[in-house]
């Protein structure tokens, strides 16, 4: 789960802690960490998206499902494995699609790292410069714009906090990978999800009639899709993440 809090130096994630039983090694944060934390004055807000995990998400669950029976029929057809035991059968399916599952975030993580490089005037890999140019030539041609900020943190009073990927005093905008040319589906990828997510990164900013829009990028191609969502998009985006967050903090004990 990520956290943010607020520091005399700006605003700080709180994503990892020490492990108490392993001094120098970093686990990913709980909600007992906010708790103690809270206990000793200080306030670490839910990152958006953990709070929009109270939602349903069924193009996501529907990409679960798929990994899951890929594995299924890869163990049963096209490695002509079999298995007596069916619970030993289920549990290799399970964790052969954990191992492809992480591919996805991990690849996306790397190349949010390389965007930022990009547009901090940091060094990018040789391997992933094609992409932030073809990104960085998108958005220009969309926007008009070619100066931005990258990463920002923020921590807003309705207790939420977040990291945008690209804004200016005009746009918030976030990056969006797909490992594979075949999932690349120009002006079909955008979901509810991603308007919640631009509709509270907006307010959080305090840029409340900010443009939004997701930049859909290839990760073995290098297409790129520009999708802006609507003003309508993101009030009704704005008014479910609102929903999401009473939610959160209610099954939360209040802890922002």
């Known amino acids: 789960m990520h956290f943010y809090t607020q520091t005399a130096e700006g605003v700080a994630p709180r994503h990892f802690v020490e492990m108490s039983t392993r001094p120098g090694q970093l686990r990913p944060s709980r909600m007992s960490d906010a708790k103690a934390a809270a206990k000793r004055g200080e306030i670490w807000v839910p990152s958006v998206t953990s709070i929009m995990a109270v939602l349903d998400k069924p193009a996501l669950v529907n990409w679960k499902v798929d990994m899951h029976l890929q594995q299924a029929y890869n163990i049963a057809y096209r490695w002509g494995q079999s298995w007596d035991d069916p619970a030993q059968w289920i549990a290799e399916v399970k964790r052969l699609t954990e ?30 410069k094609q992409i932030c140019e073809n990104v960085a030539a998108k958005i220009a041609q969309v926007t008009g714009i070619d100066q931005w900020h990258s990463e920002r943190n923020f921590v807003h009073p309705m207790g939420f906090g977040g990291q945008v990927d690209l804004h200016n005093v005009q746009w918030v905008i976030d990056f969006k990978s797909k490992t594979t040319a075949d999932k690349f589906k120009p002006g079909k990828m955008a979901y509810d999800e991603h308007r919640i997510q631009l509709s509270a990164y907006r307010i959080g900013l305090d840029m409340p009639t900010a443009r939004c829009a997701n930049v859909f990028i290839s990760l073995e191609d290098g297409q790129v899709d520009f999708h802006e969502h609507t003003e309508a998009e993101l009030d009704k985006g704005w008014r479910l993440f609102q929903h999401a967050l009473s939610i959160w903090q209610i099954q939360n004990g209040g802890v922002t």
Do not use: C, F, Q, R
């Open 99 to 128: 191992l492809e599952m992480d591919k996805a975030p991990s690849a996306g993580t790397d190349i949010h790292k390389e965007l930022e490089a990009w547009y901090t005037g940091g060094i990018v890999s040789d391997g992933a």
